[in-house]
């Protein structure tokens, strides 16, 4: 058991880290222009305008939340000690996971239901969105059932993976946490090991440059409907706009 628990809470995250560092540079250098979410809003915009709005807005937040909580737990704590703040914190946490869920399971439904949108998706894009999606299942779930998990992050969570950093790894408070607590953990530096291998790369080049650049104005000056039907995924002529 201790074994098993040693590979995941001290190898497999110095896997995952390794892993993520040499494969996003080595995929930055050599596929730059691969280094995207790839967009398919051309392909299809209804279902990945609301999938994509509630999971972004959800997964952003909630990702700077943890971020926010392993750099300062001590302020979270200071925060939490009066119980309107940390009924506070933890019902947006959880609306905004909630949000993520949702917008997920449209994003993944429109991947595997859209006959355009399929074309355009592989393997891995299936597998980091089931992979997302089991790991805001568990976070929800941890978040419901551990109740007040923004103050025991700071004194359990944090420490650990600052130890992890500070290569003194401290994992006896791990070993006895919840099993699905755990299995969060072990899902994250999945995550975060899969990376370089996917689309996921797009959020480490946040186009913060578009905060301050000019307007682009993108005009039809054809008539849609006639150079090409949104219905199939392909058309027997050669479409116009290609
Ligand atoms: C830093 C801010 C982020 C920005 C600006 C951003 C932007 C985008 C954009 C433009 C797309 C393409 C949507 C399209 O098809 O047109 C996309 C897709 C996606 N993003 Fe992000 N993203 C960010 C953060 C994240 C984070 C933190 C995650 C997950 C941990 C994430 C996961 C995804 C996934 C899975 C897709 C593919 C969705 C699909 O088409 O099925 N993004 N993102």
Redesign the pocket.
Known sequence: MDLLNNFFFIALPYIAIIVFVIGTVYRYRSLKFGYS?????FLETRK?FW??LL??WG??II?FGHLIAFLIPQSILLWNQQPLRLFILEISAFTFGIMAFIG?IN??Y??LSSAR?RVVTNYM?II??IL?LIQIFLGLWVAYGYRWGSSWFAIVISPYLKSLFTFTPKVDAVFMLPLVVQLHIITGFL?ILIVPFT??V??LV??LSYLWRPYQKVIWNRDRKKIRNAKEAWTVHRPENN
Not at 37 to 41: E, H, K, P
């Open positions: 979410s790839l967009s398919s809003q990945l999938g994509s999971f972004h997964i952003v990702f997920l994003l993944l429109r991947r949108i894009d980091l969105e997302l995550i689309r996921l797009h959020f946040f186009p």
